[in-house]
């Protein structure tokens, strides 16, 4: 167990639809990054954010936004939905955002499902 | 840009057999390089890193080696068990101010037989 925590953990819904994914980080971690991982795209990075700031953003598509809560917990808000938006969705948390030797926590994902 | 390119799985294995998964990289800067484990199900766990060129990172019998002459991160266990069963992803860090992000290869699925 990571420490990170995320649900739901399995999402289904259709076309158009608008869900939100919700993230706790590790107790402590101030930063914390979205990933999407897909069959055709693998595992991209999409956004990260930093005490309540972004701070890198990467493949995040317009449709798609992120924010961090002063609890430090985040959501992936993901809106007009398509089927090629079917993947699984991770979030991973850090200490703080830099420092070569910081690691990134993994929760265990959303698989989400757009029919 | 950063990327990373792992051997094509899926690779199949007896158990006790030597384990190899290639992983090269191309980084601007100075990258730290990480081997991940995705078993059936679960989330992504850190299996070993590297920080800086001819660092050896090992955790649960398996090692990897940072090569800077030849941008490479291969991933080696002596005797694989059933257990190793997973998904194995390389990835880098790039050592640029503000790079946080991973960069992963495809991934390698191993699967280990009795």
């Known amino acids: 167990d990571s420490g990170v925590t995320q649900t739901p953990k399995h999402l289904i819904t259709a076309t158009g639809q608008r869900v939100t994914l919700r993230c706790s980080p590790r107790s402590g971690d101030l930063s914390v990054y979205w990933y999407q991982q897909s069959l055709d795209q693998g595992l991209q990075f999409l956004i990260q954010y930093y005490n309540g700031e972004e701070r890198a953003k990467g493949n995040i598509l317009e449709r798609f936004s992120a924010q961090q809560f002063p609890d430090l917990h985040s959501e992936l808000n993901l809106s007009s939905l398509e089927l090629g938006d079917s993947a699984l969705y991770f979030c991973a948390s850090s200490p703080r955002p830099t420092g070569p030797t910081d690691t990134q926590y993994f929760g265990p994902g959303t698989r989400l499902t757009v029919l | 840009g950063d990327s990373v390119t792992q051997m094509e799985g899926p690779v199949t294995l007896s158990e006790e057999a030597f384990l190899t998964i290639n992983c090269t990289y191309t980084?601007?800067?100075?990258?730290?390089l990480f081997w991940y484990v995705q078993y059936p199900g679960e989330g992504l766990q850190l299996l070993l890193k590297?920080?800086?060129?001819?660092d050896k990172g090992s955790n649960k019998g398996f090692e990897a080696t940072y090569r800077k002459e030849t941008t490479s991160f291969h991933l080696e266990k002596g005797s694989v068990q059933v257990s190793d069963s997973a998904v194995y992803f390389c990835a880098l860090r790039d050592s640029i101010q503000g790079a946080q992000k991973l960069v992963f290869g495809q991934g390698t699925r191993l699967t280990i037989n009795p």
């Open positions: 980084a601007t800067g100075y990258p730290s």
């Open positions: 590297a920080t800086k060129a001819d």
